[in-house]
T-cell receptor, first 114, second 113 residues
Framework: DGGITQSPKYLFRKEGQNVTLSCEQN?????MYWYRQDPGQGLRLIYY???????QKGDIAEGYSVSREKKESFPLTVTSAQKNPTAFYLC?????????????FGSGTRLTVV | DAKTTQPTSMDCAEGRAANLPCNHS???????VYWYRQIHSQGPQYIIH???NNETNEMASLIITEDRKSSTLILPHATLRDTAVYYC??????????????FGKGTHLIIQP
C-alpha cells in the first residue's frame, strides 16, 4: 500500500545532540512537508519542498535543517540550535495540483530531548 | 488566509449527529473551507472541503452559510472512533497547494458511549 513512513515512532536524545528524523513516501508525490506539534496545539510548518533539490523555510525553521536529494525522501535534522526540540513531528506529502485535500500525513515521530 | 474560530471542545453521544461549527467571518470570495481531523498521536486526515455549496461524502457533510462567514461539519452517526481533534482551515485553492497549510488548535470532539 502507498503511504508515508516515519521512523522511529519514539526517539530520545540528549541535549546538545543533533538528531535526524526519517520520512519516506512511495506515493510519487512531488511536495513534502515537515510539521511540529506541541501538546494541545495545532501544527506549525517547519520546512517544505516542492521538488527534488529544492526546499523552503516554513514558519518555524530556526534550529532545523532538511535535504531533498530524492523524491521519496525528506529527512529532518533537529540541531542543537533548536531551543525546545521536544515535540511531535509530522511529515506530509502532496501531489502538485491536488491542493489541500491531497495531503497525506505520516504517523509521526515523538522526540524527547533530555 | 482567513482566520477561523472553533470551540475548544465538544461532546456528542454515540449514534447521534455531531455538528462542529467554524466561524470564518473574514473569508474572501475565492477561499475554500477545508476540514481535517487528527486522532490522538496520528497524522491529520482529510475529511471534506467546499467553496459555496453544501458538500457531502462518505465521511461527513459540510454546510456553508449563504454569506460564507461560517460553516458546520456534520458527522451523521458519530461513533467512538470519531473522537478526535477537528480542524477547520480556510485557504485559497492554489492548485499546487505546495506551500504548506496551517492548522489552528481545532475542536476536540469527544464521543460519549
Amino acid at each position: 500500500d502507498g503511504g508515508i513512513t516515519q521512523s522511529p515512532k519514539y526517539l530520545f536524545r540528549k541535549e546538545g545532540q543533533n538528531v535526524t528524523l526519517s520520512c519516506e513516501q512511495n506515493l510519487n508525490h512531488d511536495a513534502m512537508y515537515w510539521y511540529r506539534q506541541d501538546p494541545g496545539q495545532g501544527l506549525r510548518l517547519i520546512y517544505y519542498s516542492q521538488i527534488v533539490n529544492d526546499f523552503q523555510k516554513g514558519d518555524i525553521a530556526e534550529g532545523y535543517s532538511v535535504s531533498r536529494e530524492k523524491k521519496e525522501s525528506f529527512p529532518l535534522t533537529v540541531t542543537s540550535a533548536q531551543k525546545n526540540p521536544t515535540a511531535f513531528y509530522l511529515c506530509a506529502s502532496s501531489e502538485q495540483g491536488q491542493g489541500l485535500y491531497g495531503y497525506t500525513f505520516g504517523s509521526g515521530t515523538r522526540l524527547t530531548v533530555v | 488566509d482567513a482566520k477561523t474560530t472553533q470551540p475548544t471542545s465538544m461532546d456528542c453521544a454515540e449514534g447521534r449527529a455531531a455538528n462542529l461549527p467554524c466561524n470564518h467571518s473574514t473569508i474572501s470570495g475565492n477561499e475554500y473551507v477545508y476540514w481535517y481531523r487528527q486522532i490522538h498521536s496520528q497524522g491529520p486526515q482529510y475529511i471534506i472541503h467546499g467553496l459555496k455549496n453544501n458538500e457531502t461524502n462518505e465521511m461527513a457533510s459540510l454546510i456553508i452559510t449563504e454569506d460564507r462567514k461560517s460553516s458546520t461539519l456534520i458527522l451523521p452517526h458519530a461513533t467512538l472512533r470519531d473522537t478526535a481533534v477537528y480542524y477547520c482551515i480556510v485557504r485559497l485553492y492554489s492548485g499546487g497547494g505546495a506551500d504548506g497549510l496551517t492548522f489552528g488548535k481545532g475542536t476536540h470532539l469527544i464521543i460519549q458511549p
